[in-house]
Structures are given as C-alpha cells and as structure tokens.
C-alpha cells in the first residue's frame, strides 16, 4: 500500500518526502521527468512507546506507511496536456494521495502560476484529477459502445452503464469519491485507477510563516469538498527530521510546538488508507501491526503469519487503555478486561492480541 504524493511544481512535495521518510533526496526542479522517489515512515504511536515502557521488550516495532514522491503534476502546458503518462502510471497502483500545496513565497523557486495561491492550486488540481479521469472515461465508453455493438454482453453493458454513471458526475466537476457507488461498481471500476476515486489528503505547505486568514479558507475548501486537511511547513518539518532527538526537543520547546505536524500527516495517511493498528507485546518484541479497518482476529493473525491464521483457535484481546491503565497481563485477567475471542471477532483500533493456534 503506498500513498502518492503529487502537487503542482515546487511545491514542496520533496520536502515533506524527505521529512517523512528520513531520507535525503535532492530538492529541485524534477518535474515529473526524473524516476519517482519511494521511502517508508514510522507511523508514530504513543500507546507503543507506553506498552514498550511496561514491558522493556528488546524491539519495539512500529507500523509503517509507503510512500512515493512523484515529479510535478505535468510540467509545462499542463492544463492542457493534463498529467504526463509516466505519473499516471506510477499514481495507479497508489492507494490514496496527498496532494501538497504550496503557499510560501521563494523567489528562487518561483511559483510557476504566479504568487502563492494555495486554493487556486487545489483547483488547478482537482482540475486535473477531474480531467484525467474524464479522457480514461470516455475513451474505454467508446470502446465499449463498439464491442456491445458487435455483442451485447452484460457484463459489458454494465460497466458501461457505470462508466456513463461516472462520465455525468466528472462532467459536472464532481469528484468520482463523491458519488455514490455500491460494492459492484466499485469492483467495475477498480481496473480504472480513477484519480478523483482515491481517498485524497491536502496538506497546504504554508513555509516558515503561516497566515491563519489563508489556512482558514484553504482548510474550509478542503472540508467543503470532502477532504481531509493539514497544515504544515515542509522545511521546518525536513530539518527537525534531520536533527537528533535532543535538538528537536529543544527545536520544539522553541516555537511552542508540542509535537511535529508531519506526526500527523503519517496517522491521517494512516487512516486515509483505511487502516487501524493491533500491538503484540512480549518481552522479546512489542509492535505494531497494520490491518484494513473491520477485519476479523484470523486476517489480523494472518498479518503475522499464516500459520498462525491457519491454526487459529482463539485469540486473547484487552485493549491497549486497559493494559496501560492496569499495568500487566495478569491484571487485566483479574478485573475481566481480557477476553477471549473467536473466528467472528472485528478487531478494534488498539487492540491488544494474543494468538492461540496449532499448527
Ligand atoms: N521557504 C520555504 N521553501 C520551501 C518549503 N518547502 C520547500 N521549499 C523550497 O521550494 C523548493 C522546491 O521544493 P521541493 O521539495 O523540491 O518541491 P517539489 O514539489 O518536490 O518540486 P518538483 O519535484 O520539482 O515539482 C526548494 O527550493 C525548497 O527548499 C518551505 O516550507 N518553505
Ligand atoms: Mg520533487
């Protein structure tokens, strides 16, 4: 599962790569021409540090999210051309996006639209999803209108209806998120990799100085369109990722920061995958596992191992609020907070788990 980072030109989007991934790719003029840049971050999580406080493992592992750091958007004569084909290409199998918006002035780098505009970008932007998606559209409806010409197909006739569902709404400059489809159609259309499908999160990139006036306006056209928002500064946000913990501390203490705003681009992306998280804890490893949101306690097992999920026989679950309010395993068994569970059981956000299993 990976998270697609996209944005106009100069946008930043290198920037809060390498503040999220701890990795030190050149910033600069990439344009969508040069390979794409992928890392993976730690998905910060206090309840992890406080089960690793309890139990002094000797690993704490934490969940992780994929990144990949696209050029820009399509370069010159983009409103036109809409994305280049090699960006296209490396969005489809992203899972979601983040779409970074610059809102910083730096003469150096100019804006290539002209003076910042954060909301004029999330336009230009959600142009260019809408756009895309309108060409892959109406290309695969002509096509499809052929083959039924030729053989009148049902499976065909209702992908096409769906697609025709899907062509009125982008017409309409409504985002494919937006519309209402059922499991069916989602299935229908998954081969598609529609852009304006993909869960999106808008991180304005407000630079050294933010205007609440502008992050006010920008977070309210985000909420008005359905989208998740964050505001940060991808430099200020680079360099503490690069320093060592007790000059970030003191970085932090500085500028009244209590923690790093990319701590909550990595959970928001988290979430944005539609992902929760489950800990094993021991005294060789705690961790953190990552599971789709509703899944049952033998996926979670499989997560592990497919023998454990294989073997499933019943799992031991506490929540990990109880555990850390109680202090260990044994207490939580005393005052009835573990329970044993069965193949049904949906496990919860922050769930602790022990398997039994045969194997
Ligand atoms: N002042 C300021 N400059 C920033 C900030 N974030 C990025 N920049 C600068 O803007 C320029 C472009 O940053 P990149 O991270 O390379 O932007 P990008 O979106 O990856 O650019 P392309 O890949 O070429 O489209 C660099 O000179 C950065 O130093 C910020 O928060 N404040
Ligand atoms: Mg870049």
């Known amino acids: 599962m990976e998270i697609g980072i996209i944005g106009l030109p100069q946008s930043g989007k290198t920037t809060l790569f390498n503040a999220l991934t701890g990795l030190h790719v050149d910033l600069g003029y990439a344009g969508g021409r040069k ?3 992928r890392g993976v971050a730690k998905v910060p999580d206090t309840r992890l540090e406080q089960l690793s406080a309890l139990f002094k493992p000797k690993s704490t592992v934490h969940a992780t999210v994929n990144y990949v750091d696209l050029g820009g958007l399509s370069g010159e004569g983009r409103k036109s051309s809409g994305f280049p084909a090699e960006v296209l290409q490396t969005l489809k199998p992203c899972e979601a996006l983040l779409l970074v918006l610059r809102d910083f002035d730096n003469t150096e780098m100019p804006h290539p639209d002209g003076p910042p505009n954060a909301l004029r970008d999330l336009r230009t932007a959600q142009d260019e999803f809408l756009f895309s998606d309108l060409a892959i559209c109406e290309g695969r409806i002509e096509r499809l209108e052929k083959q039924i010409m030729k053989m009148k197909d049902k499976d065909l006739v209702y992908e096409l209806d769906t697609l025709k569902l899907c062509h009125a709404a982008l017409e309409d400059e409504r985002p494919l998120r937006t519309v209402e489809l059922d499991e069916a159609q989602r299935r229908v259309l998954r081969s598609y990799a529609f852009l304006s499908l993909k869960p999106l999160l808008v991180v304005m990139n407000t630079g050294e100085g933010a205007d609440a006036t502008r992050v006010d306006a920008l977070r ?29 501390v003191e970085f932090l203490a500085e500028y009244g920061i209590s923690e790093p705003a990319l701590h909550r681009v990595v959970r928001e992306s988290f979430t944005l995958l539609g992902l929760e998280t489950f800990f094993t804890v ?10 789709h949101q509703g899944s049952v306690a033998p996926v979670a097992a499989g997560v592990i191992h497919s023998d454990i999920q294989k073997g499933f026989i019943r799992a031991e679950v506490v929540p990990s609020a109880s555990l850390l309010a109680l202090g260990s395993m044994a207490a939580c068994k005393d005052k009835g907070s573990l329970r044993l569970e069965g193949k049904e059981y949906v496990v919860q956000e922050g769930d602790v788990v022990h398997f039994r299993f045969n194997v």
């Open 35 to 37: 390979n794409a840049n």
């Open 220 to 248: 309210e056209a985000a909420g008005g369109l359905g989208l998740r928002f964050l505001q940060v500064s991808a430099n200020i946000e680079m360099e503490l990722a690069q320093m060592d913990a007790e000059d970030a």
């Open 282 to 291: 021991g005294e060789d490893e705690c961790r953190a596992w990552t599971l």
